[in-house]
């Protein structure tokens, strides 16, 4: 789920939450030029921040929940993208703040499952790219990213269960699990998500963001538990490039 700041708890299941940065560290300042910040706002007030990722200078990347913890609530809600940003709470000459015209949520998303928990957010305006704003890499349809691997997650997430979100950009350490160590999420799907981080360790990302393995994106912060206990569960960015691709196309 995004940051709400609302008493929502009650409206999640146990698994909600998976938004902290907990063990991790803090990025070197526009290290991660891709890196966008969500903004959230609704007609009727309600605000909530999420983490994404600009794929094109026209388009951000980010899960299909992000913006809707709670979408009961969250209708007619305006997205406001800042890129080129480490400390929200300092603005620098870096930032871009950008509107967002059209919220592309998969076609099969499904907020019960979270299967498919995967949006493109149209902007404005294009992005300019800059050595701070910049656009991340996505695999190819067939990348298929084994179990083992060493990866990253970024965000502005909490860095701890009951610590406020971080004013700056952290990142963290996080091993792709075997698809077994995700059996005791009900509707886990391989082929679909990725189960990631250490069962031994507590770590999480940021909701929305993405996970990075070699300098690709190949996965979106999806859900987790919500003690933050790993594994958590990513959407796999892989099967959806053919979707992607047609929407980026079509600008």
């Not at 706002?41 to 026209?58: M, N, W």
């Not at 009900?186 to 990631?196: A, G, S």
Request: charged share 20%; net charge positive.
């Amino acid at each position: 789920k995004c940051r709400l700041f609302l008493l929502l708890a009650f409206l999640l299941p146990p698994e909600a939450g998976a938004e902290e940065i907990i063990n991790g560290v803090e990025s070197k300042p526009h290290s991660r030029p891709y890196m966008a910040h969500l903004e959230i706002l609704t007609d009727r007030g309600y605000v909530a921040s999420c983490g994404g990722f600009l794929v094109s200078q026209e388009f951000v990347m980010t899960a299909a929940h992000s913006p809707s913890p709670a979408s009961l609530f969250l209708l007619n809600r305006k997205i406001t993208v800042t890129l080129g940003a480490h400390d929200m709470k300092q603005e620098e000459s870096t930032w871009q703040k950008l509107e967002v015209s059209e919220q592309i949520i998969h076609p099969n998303y499904n907020s019960f499952t979270k299967l498919n928990d995967i949006m493109l957010l149209k902007l404005q305006t294009r992005a300019k790219l800059t050595h701070a704003v910049g656009t991340i890499s996505l695999p190819t349809w067939s990348t298929f990213i084994p179990p083992g691997r060493t990866c990253r997650a970024a965000g502005w997430g909490r860095t701890g269960v009951t610590e406020p979100e971080s004013d700056t950009l952290r990142e963290v350490k996080l091993r792709l699990m075997d698809t077994r160590a995700c059996n005791h999420y009900f509707f886990y799907d391989h082929n679909l998500q990725i189960c990631v981080g250490n069962p031994r360790k507590t770590r999480s990302g940021d909701s929305g963001g993405p996970l990075l393995c070699a300098g690709v994106a190949q996965g979106i912060v999806s859900y987790g538990r919500g003690d933050a206990k790993p594994p958590a569960v990513f959407t796999r960015i892989s099967p959806y490039v053919p979707w992607i691709n047609k929407i980026l196309k079509n600008i």
